[in-house]
């Protein structure tokens, strides 16, 4: 090969070898380790441990997030398993299974827990339905965003190109959670109507100032606005938003604690020598459209009244009152009656547990509901609302929001329990069990666990905590009743008796009645 063969050589090559340094380049910048966001704060990584997604199941390590949460966590090296222990509840995993155990009640994973290394991980789906955290991925950026009950982050589709005149904000982290009022940073396209140091829009409603005294938060707003309400568990909080509006400038400024990216204030008010808050923290939560919001946290659920003044321009928040910590209904329309949500667990497409004998949960689930609201019917003081009468499927979700709909008081959610072949002793576990997610929901527990029992006949299992979707992401008392074992012989013999669901669901009526007051 000539001098100039091999030079016109080099030169064809040159551009090739560029590409395959570009393409390496990018595939390691895709394997990154990845980052888990708990309540705004970046969580360590272990060195050479990174965030896998294993059949389109995202996988975090979970000793690093339960220990973050104050919870113990132990390594049987033998038999694979994790325990996490926190109070009195406890998790059992085992590396390769996708069954778990929690205070003895079997949960199905999505995926099954992987060993890498020295440590393990679990599915973010189990993280949240068990320590109550919402679960946000950033699948772009390999980010798991963790917070203590605020919603989800929705994966959204891909947005349209906006016009040259619409402005196009960008949203730190702090901004997705919705617990914890973030920053909104404008690009350099939208500053003209983001609010900078002057604090204002042209027209917009203007905060000018806010105190907590008297146990009420108190905002000035000048302008017309509608504040929304919004109540949260895990923790407890009032999320009170002032669509369209902005901070004035003079916005108190001795109680201002920093400035956003946006120049807006940002901070905490003083609630010194109120024990059951934690704080209230305030900033200019979302840029367009603008909303100002307040978070009021609370050591447990508070009930609160609204109210509002067009002539002074004061927005207050009471928390002297009595009632359901939310706003909502509790009656049906001007009936003056109590709403009980009565839920048969599963159904349709989704039969829940089967029982050794092959009979189908979800069967006795929707049996013991029609009875027992036909009873609470029959009595005339009650509104009953059903999430469904019928053999289909409802979403988790969708339960949550007919309940929301219907502003009810009550709701409780019929089950049967299960536990798979491979548990220790699966065929002797017996018994009733209520559980419950929040504080608030306490109460309603265990009065219906009295009855359940009363309607069962049973081992008593107690009552307990579990962050089930249901009982968590309703707004009023809400509990769920595992009736049985549908996998113990006689367990599942005496639940399909219409001796059994005739007495359990008068024993449900009754407990609703009782709790009520009627």
């Known amino acids: 090969m000539g001098r100039a063969t091999r030079l016109l050589f080099s030169l064809l090559l040159l551009p090739l070898m560029f590409l395959s340094l570009s393409i390496h380049d990018a595939a390691a910048a895709g394997k990154g380790q990845g980052k888990i966001v708990l309540d705004n704060k970046e969580l360590a990584l272990p060195k050479g441990i990174a965030i896998e997604n294993v059949n389109g199941s995202v996988m975090i390590p979970i000793r690093i997030v339960v220990e973050n949460l104050g919870f113990e966590v132990l390594w049987e090296q033998a038999s694979r398993k994790v325990t996490i222990k926190q109070d009195f509840k406890s998790v059992e995993l085992i590396v390769g299974s996708k069954t778990a155990n929690a205070d003895g009640v079997r949960l199905d994973l999505n995926a099954a827990p992987k060993q890498t290394g020295g440590t393990v991980l679990v599915p973010i789906r189990f993280v949240s339905e068990q320590f109550g955290l919402k679960v946000g991925w950033d699948n772009r950026s390999k980010i798991v965003y963790l917070t203590g009950g605020a919603p989800t982050p929705q994966v959204a589709a891909p947005t349209p190109v906006p016009s040259p005149t619409a402005p196009i904000p960008s949203v730190t982290p702090g901004n997705l959670d919705g617990s914890i009022p973030g920053t909104v940073v404008p690009t350099p396209s939208s500053a003209a109507s983001v609010p900078g140091n002057d604090g204002t829009l042209a027209g917009a409603p203007q905060v000018k100032g806010a105190v907590f005294s008297e146990n009420k938060l108190v905002v000035a707003v000048e302008g017309s606005v509608k504040p929304s309400i919004t109540v949260m568990n895990n923790p407890a909080r009032i999320i009170v938003d002032l669509p369209g509006a902005v901070f004035a400038p003079e916005f108190a400024g001795s109680l201002q604690q920093g400035v956003a990216g946006n120049g807006s204030p940002q901070g905490k008010l003083d609630v010194t020598g109120y024990p059951l808050l934690s704080e209230i923290r305030y900033a200019l939560f979302s840029v367009n459209p603008s909303i100002v919001r307040f978070v009021i946290q609370t050591a447990v659920s508070q009930p609160y009244q609204l109210s509002t003044d067009e002539n002074t321009g004061l927005v207050t928040i009471d928390l002297n009152t009595q009632g359901v910590p939310w706003n ?119 009065i219906m666990h009295k009855h359940l029992l009363a309607g069962t006949g049973f081992k008593d299992n107690g009552v307990r905590y579990k962050s089930l979707h249901v009982t968590r992401e309703t707004r009023m008392p809400a509990v769920l009743l595992e009736a049985g074992y549908l996998t113990n012989v006689d367990n599942e013999a005496a639940l399909y008796t219409d001796y059994l669901q005739n007495n359990l669901a008068g024993e449900i009526a009754a407990g609703i009645k009782e709790y009520l007051g009627l």
């Not at 009595?379 to 007919?402: A, F, K, N, S």
């Open 328 to 446: 909502g209904g509790g009656t049906a329309g001007n009936t003056g009656k109590p709403v009980i949500v009565l839920d048969a667990g599963h159904g349709g497409s989704k039969p829940g547990a089967v029982s050794i004998t092959g009979r189908l949960e979800k069967d006795f689930n929707l049996a013991v509901v029609r009875k027992a609201g036909a009873l609470l019917e029959q009595d005339g003081r009650i509104t009953v609302v059903y999430t469904r009468t019928e053999d289909v499927h409802l979403e988790l979700q969708d339960r949550v929001v007919l309940a929301e709909a219907a502003g009810a008081t009550l709701f409780l959610s019929v089950h049967a329990n299960s536990l798979e072949t491979s548990f220790p002793n699966w065929n002797k576990i017996n018994g009733s069990e209520t559980y419950y997610s929040r504080s608030e929901s306490l109460p309603f527990a265990q």
